[in-house]
T-cell receptor
Framework: AQSVTQLDSQVPVFEEAPVELRCNYS??????LFWYVQYPNQGLQLLLK??????LVKGINGFEAEFNKSQTSFHLRKPSVHISDTAEYFC???????????FGKGTLLTVNP | DAGVIQSPRHEVTEMGQEVTLRCKPI?????LFWYRQTMMRGLELLIY????????DSGMPEDRFSAKMPNASFSTLKIQPSEPRDSAVYFC??????????FGPGTRLTVT
């Protein structure tokens, strides 16, 4: 069965600093990987996805993630964060053989001035 | 595009009452998912419909929960009778068959 581990439950950073949110997954088959963002009192919004092809994936709001099959990781990065990036970020995995999205527990990113 | 629409946005009810949550998926999407989000358990998939047919309801907690999708543009999640431990945010999501799912704003349910 697939599983996702987000290693940090909270990440505080200062505005304009770089950030990396870590995600590791476990699966015995090929996977698709996603990052979603949830702003307070809102639903989840897709940031980016890896389905196939280039392992470096660019998403909305200046975020990018790199799929590393040997490390079973899909870390999310942004070179310079803004106050408005403060939100909860969820990593999710779907095996190629089924439709189910399994989510990590989430990482709360807090950007301070 | 209006996105996934859920109603109500907030629901407060007393233990034992029936609760019905509603979802309108994105037009043209043929897959619909109901999730529950709590602090303790995170995001859990409750049930998945494809072309209005329930495919997997293994995540439904117990018989008090039921879900229907009478047509391609409407789904309901019903809890009867409700209990305080059902308090959570319930999300509906839809998909066109591509892998990404699009989420609604959620319904925050409080059972007192």
């Amino acid at each position: 069965a697939q599983s996702v581990t987000q290693l940090d439950s909270q990440v505080p950073v200062f505005e304009e600093a770089p950030v990396e949110l870590r995600c590791n997954y476990s699966s015995s088959v090929s996977v698709y990987l996603f990052w979603y963002v949830q702003y307070p009192n809102q639903g989840l919004q897709l940031l980016l996805k890896y389905l196939s092809g280039s392992t470096l994936v660019k998403g909305i709001n200046g975020f990018e993630a790199e799929f590393n099959k040997s490390q079973t990781s899909f870390h999310l990065r942004k070179p310079s964060v803004h106050i408005s990036d403060t939100a909860e970020y969820f990593c999710a995995v779907s095996e190629s053989s089924n439709y189910k999205l399994t989510f990590g527990k989430g990482t709360l990113l807090t950007v301070n001035p | 595009d209006a996105g996934v629409i859920q109603s109500p946005r907030h629901e407060v009810t007393e233990m034992g009452q029936e609760v019905t949550l509603r979802c309108k998926p994105i037009s043209g999407h043929n897959s619909l998912f109901w999730y529950r989000q709590t602090m303790m358990r995170g995001l859990e998939l409750l049930i998945y419909f494809n072309n209005n047919v329930p495919i997997d309801d293994s995540g439904m907690p117990e018989d008090r929960f039921s879900a229907k999708m009478p047509n391609a543009s409407f789904s309901t999640l019903k809890i009867q009778p409700s209990e305080p431990r059902d308090s959570a945010v319930y999300f509906c999501a839809s998909s066109s068959g591509a892998r990404e799912q699009y989420f609604g704003p959620g319904t925050r349910l409080t059972v007192t």
